[in-house]
């Protein structure tokens, strides 16, 4: 059974930094591309980033303007969200999420089949 599980959200004040994590477990991953989500408060779910399989390739939310970085350990089935000069507008629940590679399209979050159950990300002003 596959399983996703963020890490390392938490309280930052605005122009902070947090480093998420996201760890796969329970298949066999290498060929999936994966991606980060967010939802806020009374909001959709939001796109943010997406790294394709080998990691050659990371696409973002028009809203990241440089701010956040994508990666992954495909060794350790890891995927990390770097997320640097905090807003108050970036606190949400942030989800990691998993798609076939090349499948479906990048930021819409119905190509994903399998989804962590989201790690919370406050920023103070």
Known sequence: QVQL?????????TGGSLRLSCAASGGT???YDMGWFRRAPGKEREFVTRINWDGT???YGD?????FTISRDGAKNLVYLQMDSLKPEDTAVYYCALKPGGAGTYNDDRSYNYWGQGTQVTIFS
């Open 57 to 59: 390739s990371r696409l």
């Open 29 to 31: 991953f290498e060929r």
């Open 63 to 67: 809203f990241v303007k440089g701010r």
């Open 5 to 13: 599980v963020e890490s390392g959200g938490g309280l930052v004040q």
